[in-house]
């Protein structure tokens, strides 16, 4: 069994500035894989990043990346140079163990971007 | 189409109705998801097939839910005895093959029992 936990239920950042989620996990595995995820009001889930635990880089999409700290269980999501898009629900998700194919979500954090 | 297509957008129903919910993967795709998400909450894993038949219908809550692909592209998720916890957005995904590729989600289905 594997828990995805978010302590912030909201965050908000200035436009043009940094923001970051944090997210812990708790897995028995030592092969998964680490995702997060935007949902705005349009209900799609739409993937933003992902990580495999045995990569020690930190995966880097354009203006979002990861901090993951493997032996602290953390996943935290840094959104640079924040952009009223941005603005969304955030998932984070954990899929463990080899051939695994179900995700486990956090509660999510809701990210308001203000001009 | 180009995404996981996801009909009706939103569903009201009366307590005690059946509701079918349907989902058209992205074409080519083998492996399919339902998931449930309720009100502040992340979604959280229903069932998952693989072409046709259902390889883990564990998330299922109860025998009042059941879903079938019979021709492993659309599938439809079917509640009968409606309750009012069953008022969420029911989210559909499918990705190339099942494990390592990426999970492609449709827009979802509002269901409110009232």
């Known amino acids: 069994a594997q828990t995805v936990t978010q302590s912030q239920p909201e965050m908000s950042v200035q436009e043009a500035e940094t923001v970051t989620l944090s997210c812990t996990y708790d897995t028995s595995e030592s092969d998964y894989y680490l995702f997060w995820y935007k949902q705005p009001p349009s209900r799609q889930m739409i993937l933003v990043i992902r990580?495999?635990?045995?990569?020690?880089q930190n995966a880097t999409e354009n203006r979002f990346s990861v901090n993951f700290q493997k032996a602290a269980k953390s996943f935290s999501l840094k959104i640079s140079d924040s952009q009223l898009g941005d603005a969304a629900m955030y998932f984070c998700a954990c899929r463990s163990g080899a051939g695994s194919y179900q995700l486990t979500f956090g509660k999510g954090t809701k990210l308001s971007v203000i001009p | 189409g180009a995404g996981v297509s996801q009909t009706p957008s939103n569903k009201v129903t009366e307590k005690g109705k059946y509701v079918e919910l349907r989902c058209d993967p992205i074409s080519g795709h083998t492996a399919l998801y339902w998931y449930r998400q309720s009100l502040g909450q992340g979604p959280e894993f229903l069932i998952y097939?693989?072409?046709?038949?259902?390889?883990?219908d564990s998330g299922l809550p109860n025998d009042r839910f059941f879903a079938v692909r019979p021709e492993g592209s659309v599938s439809t998720l079917k509640i009968q005895r409606t309750e009012r916890g069953d008022s969420a957005v029911y989210l559909c995904?499918?990705?190339?093959?099942?494990?390592?590729?990426?999970?492609?989600f449709g827009q979802g289905t509002r269901l409110t029992v009232v």
């Open positions: 990580q495999e635990a045995y990569k020690q």
């Open positions: 097939f693989q072409g046709t038949g259902a390889a883990d």
């Open positions: 995904a499918s990705s190339l093959y099942g494990t390592a590729s990426e999970a492609f």
